[in-house]
């Protein structure tokens, strides 16, 4: 840094030439990463180093040091990051002397427009403060001298240090505390589409933390690819900050794609599944720390003797309690027999991880490492080989655990090749709450609840592992999931029957769900098509677990008693046909006395009857659908769906799922049957005399609701941010319907959608015969099916020219 004279000499200032070189680092100088951070900081050291020497001369200040410390301290300066600093004096120094040489400090940076944590203390004083504030003792942890009295950094170091492991058996359940609270509320970075990089559960905070643990000399983290991981966040949030110009750590939708180009990769979903796989390994690294701090602090706070008095586990005895063969439990691990020798065992790693997850147990992280050095396994596998890989699938909850370790250490994608592709790959679709990964054990977990309701029940679980192992390649994942799966269960050792019907429910693993909640079950095509694609009862008992198990696994807005109750009819119906029954008649699809009730109410005034539904029981362990269920009967007459969706628009109630059918109550003239599953956007719902004499308005044609809904639309596309959504695609969906033509419509779910399909479709001159309405997130997939003016499907040629002008109404 140049000396005053040199910045009287050209005119400028040492911060104008520090912000000059500052910008040049970070704009125009072809270096990134650990080097540029490091860079910035030395940059900043200096510019800050004689910015204290002229300061402490001209405010006459003796005996002072100034000391950087957090991020800052360890040399960590992202773009945007905040310089945290600490002034450090020995107590003799004036009150008015102190505030002169901080003012000089402070003022020169806020200048430069940089973030800046500042505070004055002695040492005595930095202590004292830290013994009260966790937060402010871990940043002494990474204290760092800048400049000024040596001597005062070296004690403030010095005393930081020696207090934390001092105190470690009290501070250390209070960091692990924070740590728990933090990933409560910010969630876990790697199953995140937008993640925090420094709060969630693995990011950057917990990474620091495991450095406070280290410092402890208590326990220490994993340390194989830990740097590594840290430094790949570091990474992501320099390029966030350059690209957004902020001091942000939230990587959002939008700012995905520029951060990955930034950081010279392919698209934002590389970026997001290297962040993740940084993530899964700190997270990991804490899991592990965090059980060995509990175990030293329970070491150290309880004696042997009253310890085994008060606790009769073997474990707490120095005891080995068994397992399975060569697999014991040890001090609430599970570890390695003795005589155990992997290499000589090739399915030693599935038996202990079985054991364990049994047990519900950790896997001893040396023993994990150990596991990886195994044999490999023949192939095909031995039948013990395979028993065990299902029972470690089948063990609830406390696979998730054990799984993560064996895949921690690459376990898992060497005893499955193809789950290197699905590892920490993220799903865009907001209704999924996991990683591919991640989501095919929590299916398999959610199969393990299930398996008494089928004969194979390990059919079902490696069926539930794999059922998404086609993601990321090409085309439809089911179709190249199919070819895996059944591959993979040869691999595993099923013969050649039963990895056909493994293949098969990959394949047709989202069958019933769609078909249930988008098809007429009342037309004969919609059961012949299932039970020809599953073939035998015992698959699509089979498929039937699997779709409860995956829709489980997937959030909460996938499954509810609606559709469970949905799927179940269907799967009711195929079983018959596939049994040789006959079909079940109209008579398993009769209104309930409620519909009866209002329909021929409607028939007899000749006007819309709306009545709220109470809300149907609860499932055990199943979500409703968010919302209320509103049942319409109308007297059939054109454009009966688009007014009651456009009145449903304008009362800003978000319909969830909806059903339409005719029915002759009386059997002089059809009625409509509406059943809606609404949400208000916010308060209660309407009164529904306000909802039916608005859709009496809209029938008659005395309220004007394109209006109304442009209206709305201008003013959400006002307030909406974020990524453009695709535009809605809509298809004549195949099949062999001799009732109707089905209309199928993909769209971005928004203000009075369904009131334009309902519009479009009366436009195209065809009748609505039922509608199957659901939406998933963002996302809504409707299905109607439409008859032409004789009352029968379409041609091919007009369904064609419907569906094209239904896009084309969406997409205007």
């Not at 945007?80 to 400090?105: E, N």
Request: a neutral charge; aromatic letters at 4%.
């Amino acid at each position: 840094m140049p000396d005053d004279s040199d910045g009287e000499d050209t005119g400028q200032t040492d911060g104008d030439i520090y912000a000059a070189a500052r910008w040049r680092l970070l704009r125009e100088e072809k270096v990134a990463g650990a080097a540029r951070r490091k860079r910035l900081a030395r940059l900043t050291d200096r510019w800050l180093a004689a910015l204290f020497t002229r300061a402490v001369r001209e405010a006459g200040v003796a005996a002072a040091a100034l000391v950087a410390v957090g991020g800052y301290g360890r040399a960590e300066l992202s773009p945007r990051s905040d310089l945290d600093l600490l002034l450090v004096h020995d107590g003799r120094t004036g009150a008015g002397a102190l505030a002169a040489l901080a003012d000089r400090l402070w003022y020169p940076v806020w200048d430069l427009g940089l973030a800046l944590d500042h505070s004055v203390r002695t040492p005595a004083e930095a202590r004292r403060i830290a013994r009260a504030d966790l937060k402010a003792h871990l940043g002494l942890l990474d204290a760092r001298h800048l400049a000024g009295d040596a001597e005062l950094t070296a004690a403030l170091r010095t005393t930081a240090f020696a207090d934390w492991r001092a105190q470690a058996p009290k501070r250390l359940p209070e960091l692990a505390e924070l740590c728990r609270e933090r990933a409560e509320r910010q969630g876990e970075l790697r199953y995140l589409l937008e993640p925090d990089l420094k709060e969630a559960r693995g990011g950057l905070r917990d990474a620091t933390a495991l450095r406070a643990v280290a410092a402890s000399w208590l326990a220490d983290a994993p340390r194989e690819g830990l740097e590594a991981a840290r430094a790949c966040l570091l990474d992501v949030r320099d390029a966030l900050h350059l690209t957004t110009g902020r001091a942000t750590d939230r990587l959002a939708l939008q700012e995905q794609d520029p951060v990955a180009e930034a950081l010279g990769l392919l698209d934002a979903d590389v970026l997001l599944r290297r962040v993740y796989e940084a993530a899964r390994t700190i997270s990991y690294a804490s899991d592990v720390t965090w059980r060995d701090v509990a175990r030293v602090v329970r070491a150290r706070s309880a004696r042997p003797v009253l310890r085994g008095l008060l606790n009769g586990r073997a474990a707490d005895r120095g005891e080995r309690s068994p397992l399975a063969e060569g697999v014991v439990e040890y001090d609430g691990e599970v570890v390695l027999a003795r005589t155990a020798r992997p290499e000589r065992d090739p399915v030693l790693p599935l038996r202990a991880a079985a054991a364990a997850a049994r047990a519900g147990l950790p896997l001893s992280p040396p023993v994990v490492r150990r596991l990886a050095a195994a044999h490999p396994l023949p192939v095909p596998w031995p039948a013990e080989a395979r028993e065990q890989f299902v029972t470690l699938l089948g063990a609830g909850p406390h696979t998730v655990p054990v799984w993560e370790a064996l895949d921690a250490e690459g376990i898992i994608a060497r005893l499955l090749p193809d789950w290197e592709r699905v590892r920490c790959r993220p799903q865009r679709n907001p209704v999924h709450r996991w990683t591919v990964d991640r989501h095919l054990v929590e299916t398999a977990v959610r199969a393990g609840a299930l398996t008494r309701r089928v004969r194979r029940p390990d059919l079902l679980l490696v069926a539930a592992v794999l059922h998404d192992i086609g993601k990321g390649r090409p085309g439809d994942h089911a179709r190249s999931g199919e070819t895996l799966a059944r591959d993979t269960a040869l691999r595993l050792g099923f013969d050649a029957s039963d990895a056909a019907v493994i293949g098969t429910l990959v394949r047709h693993h989202l069958l019933l769900v769609e078909t249930a909640t988008r098809r007429d079950l009342d037309d004969p095509a919609t059961v012949a098509g299932v039970a020809g694609a599953v073939g035998t009862i015992g698959t699509l008992e089979l498929l039937h677990a699997l779709t409860e198990a995956d829709a489980l696994a997937t959030g909460p807005a996938a499954w509810s008693a609606w559709r469970g109750a949905l799927v179940a009819e269907l799967v009711r119906r195929v079983a018959a046909r596939l049994a040789g029954e006959p079909a079940p008649g109209p008579a398993a699809r009769q209104p309930t006395a409620e519909q009866e009730r209002l329909a021929v109410e409607a028939w007899r005034t000749g006007h819309p009857v709306l009545a709220w539904r109470a809300e149907a029981e609860r499932s055990p362990g199943v979500a409703e659908p968010v919302g209320i269920e509103l049942l319409m009967a109308v007297p059939e007459r054109p454009g009966v769906l688009p007014a009651a969706a456009g009145v449903l628009a304008v009362h800003r109630l978000t319909v969830r799922t909806a059903e339409l059918r005719a029915v002759d109550p009386v059997g002089e003239g059809p009625v409509l049957l509406l059943t809606w599953q609404v949400a208000a956007e916010y308060g209660a719902p309407p009164p529904l005399v306000r909802l039916r004499t608005d859709l009496r308005r809209a029938l008659d044609g005395t309220l004007d609701l394109r209006a109304r809904l442009a209206e709305r639309e201008r003013a959400y596309a006002r307030r909406a941010r974020g990524a453009q959504a695709p535009a809605a695609r809509v298809t004549v969906a195949p099949g062999d319907s001799r009732r109707a033509t089905v209309i199928e419509v993909r769209a971005p779910d928004a203000q009075g959608l369904l009131h334009r399909i309902g519009r479009a479709l009366e436009d195209a001159g065809v009748a609505v015969r039922s509608a199957h309405v659901g939406t998933l997130g963002a996302n809504a997939v409707n299905a109607f099916y439409v008859t032409g003016p004789a009352g029968g499907p379409l041609p091919d040629g007009a369904a064609r020219e419907v569906a094209a002008m239904v896009e084309k109404a969406l997409r205007s």
